[in-house]
């Protein structure tokens, strides 16, 4: 199975963008996985924040492979422990040909890719920079590829 993560805008954190690229490469060893990364928009400041939520959907939008099941990252969304995200994640190797995961931008997602989405998670209940859920969010996905192989990565 196929795994991206679309984000809206670069990781700027130099400390942030080589952890998420160590991960991605570890990632890289149990699974195809990529980013793809939309850029902010220009002129941002002079838009409302339902104006940047659907040019950002619609940049979204065309960013999600017709066939691929899409999980919003979404404060909302259902919250796991690493070992029951882990058996998800081994459940969608088995069921979908393509798994697509969504950071959206600082106001969240427009209704239009709500509407797209196949489900929602959430990394806590607690709110984190954009910057950091990404490290958070990469960082969990390698961690299950480590439980569902059995490694010693993670402890109980």
């Excluded at 991960?23 to 699974?31: K, L, P, V």
């Excluded at 104006?51 to 492979?65: C, F, R, T, Y």
């Excluded at 459940?91 to 997602?109: E, S």
Aim: net charge positive; aromatic share 8%; hydrophobic share 35%.
């Amino acid at each position: 199975m196929k795994t991206t993560l679309i984000m809206v805008g670069k990781t700027t954190n130099k400390m942030y963008s080589e952890a998420i690229d160590d991960y991605c490469r570890r990632i890289g060893h149990y699974t195809p996985f990529n980013i793809k990364v939309i850029p902010e928009l220009k002129n941002a400041k002079s838009l409302s924040e339902s104006q940047q939520k659907e040019k950002e959907g619609e940049l979204i939008l065309k960013a999600i492979e017709d066939k691929s099941t899409v999980v919003l990252l979404d404060e909302h969304g259902k919250e796991m422990r690493s070992v029951e995200f882990a058996a998800w994640l081994e459940n969608k190797q088995q069921t979908a040909r393509q798994l697509t995961f969504v950071i959206g931008g600082p106001y969240g997602f427009a209704q239009s890719v709500y509407d797209r989405a196949d489900g929602k998670m959430s990394l806590s209940r607690m709110t984190f920079s954009h910057q950091m859920v990404r490290l958070v969010f990469v960082e969990q996905v390698y961690r299950a590829c480590t439980i569902i192989k059995n490694e010693p990565y993670h402890h109980e």
